[in-house]
T-cell receptor, first 113, second 112 residues
Framework: GAGVSQSPSNKVTEKGKDVELRCDPI?????LYWYRQSLGQGLEFLIY????????KSGLPSDRFSAERTGGSVSTLTIQRTQQEDSAVYLC???????????FGSGTRLTVV | AQSVAQPEDQVNVAEGNPLTVKCTYS??????LFWYVQYPNRGLQFLLK??????LVKGSYGFEAEFNKSQTSFHLKKPSALVSDSALYFC??????????FGTGTRLLVSP
C-alpha cells in the first residue's frame, strides 16, 4: 500500500482482556517500530524490527507486551491482561534501509475500561 | 546510548515572526537526525532529515533545520510562522541501524 496501515483504529477493551494490534508496513521497508503515546505526551519506544536481525525489545514495559513480525512484513503487537495504564495510542512506523525516513501509521487508540 | 533533548515544552510566537524549536542530541558515531510534526488528533508527519552533506536542510511547509556538529544541535526553524504551524514537534536521532529515539516533544503555539 501507499502508507503504513494500522488496525483497528480504535479499540475499547475490558481490563484483563488480551488485545492484538496490527501494523501493515510499506512494502519493502525493512525497519518497523512500535511506539506508544499517552494523551498529549511524547513517544515511548516499545520495539524495533530491522530486517532479519533479532528485534530490539528493550522498550517493552512488561512481559505482558510482545510483538512479532511475520515474513518481514506485517507486525502484531499483543498486550495480555490489559491494565488501565495501557490506555494510549499505539503507533507503528516503517522505513527503508539507510535511514531515508520513517513513515508513521495513524495509530490505534486503545482504551482499557 | 543515543538520546535527544528538546529543552522547551512549549514555544510561543506571533504569526509572521521567525520561529525556532530547539533540539540537541547525543550519539556515538554519525547521527541521522529527523523532525516530525503532529497536528491535533493526527499521526506523525515527516518534516525533514539530515543524513549527510549540507548542514542546512530544507523540508516541508517552509521549515528548515541546521545541523551543528560542534554544538550537537539540530534546531528547527521557519522564517515566518503561520497559525496553522501550531502543533507538537518531535526531534529524533539514530545511527546506522540503531533504533530511532525521539525527544519529548515541543508544543508550538502561533498566535494571530
Amino acid at each position: 500500500g501507499a502508507g503504513v496501515s494500522q488496525s483497528p483504529s480504535n479499540k475499547v477493551t475490558e481490563k484483563g482482556k488480551d488485545v492484538e494490534l496490527r501494523c501493515d508496513p510499506i512494502s519493502g521497508h525493512t525497519a518497523l517500530y512500535w511506539y506508544r503515546q499517552s494523551l498529549g505526551q511524547g513517544l515511548e519506544f516499545l520495539i524495533y524490527f530491522q530486517g532479519n536481525s533479532a528485534p530490539d525489545k528493550s522498550g517493552l514495559p512488561s512481559d505482558r507486551f510482545s510483538a512479532e513480525r511475520t515474513g518481514g512484513s506485517v507486525s502484531t503487537l499483543t498486550i495480555q491482561r490489559t491494565q488501565q495504564e495501557d490506555s494510549a495510542v499505539y503507533l507503528c512506523a516503517s522505513g527503508a534501509q539507510l535511514n531515508y525516513g520513517y513513515t508513521f501509521g495513524s495509530g490505534t487508540r486503545l482504551t482499557v475500561v | 546510548a543515543q538520546s535527544v533533548a528538546q529543552p522547551e515544552d512549549q514555544v510561543n510566537v506571533a504569526e509572521g515572526n521567525p520561529l525556532t524549536v530547539k533540539c540537541t542530541y547525543s550519539v556515538s558515531g554519525n547521527p541521522y537526525l529527523f523532525w516530525y510534526v503532529q497536528y491535533p488528533n493526527r499521526g506523525l508527519q515527516f518534516l525533514l532529515k539530515y543524513i549527510t552533506g549540507d548542514n542546512l536542510v530544507k523540508g516541508s511547509y517552509g521549515f528548515e533545520a541546521e545541523f551543528n556538529k560542534s554544538q550537537t544541535s539540530f534546531h528547527l526553524k521557519k522564517p515566518s510562522a503561520l497559525v496553522s504551524d501550531s502543533a507538537l514537534y518531535f526531534c529524533a536521532v539514530n545511527t546506522g541501524f540503531q533504533k530511532l529515539v525521539f525527544g519529548t516533544g515541543t508544543r508550538l503555539l502561533v498566535s494571530p
